[in-house]
């Protein structure tokens, strides 16, 4: 399915991460996810679609961010995973390192992010 190549769904985290750098990760987020979907971060935090749109809105930007060793996951019709490793910094701060595992769905036809899971390294 066109929709979930590896190539598109990479593009799709830059552009989330490109959000984050900008400091629109909110409204990027907001749009982009289900509406059940949920985010399960390092700390163990597990955020809704708002909860994520809301916090986000308020974080402080990331100064940059690089991607590797990404893999596409099939799943069933309409339905594809992307795993990844990042890394990001921010200003001083030890650069955040983990995997992450990006689960999308085709909604009226668009891709949607409906889980997304950050495993720290």
């Given at each position: 399915?066109?929709?979930f190549?590896l ?14 750098c ?38 402080p930007?990331w ?11 099939s ?6 995973a ?23 769905v ?6 949607r ?9």
């Amino acid at each position: 399915m066109d929709d979930f190549t590896l190539d598109r769904l990479l593009a799709l985290e830059r552009e989330g991460w490109d959000a984050l750098c900008r400091g629109t990760g909110g409204a990027f987020y907001g749009a982009l996810m289900t509406p059940s979907a949920l985010m399960v971060l390092v700390d163990g935090s597990v955020f809704d679609r708002d909860t994520i749109a809301a916090s986000l809105d308020g974080a402080p930007p990331w100064d940059s961010y690089e991607l590797r060793d990404a893999r596409h996951v099939s799943l069933v019709d309409g339905a594809a995973a992307l795993v990844y490793r990042a890394r990001a910094v921010r200003g001083e701060d030890e650069p955040f390192v983990a995997l992450m595992a990006s689960t999308y769905v085709l909604v009226d036809g668009e891709p949607r992010l409906a889980l997304y899971q950050q495993t720290a390294l």
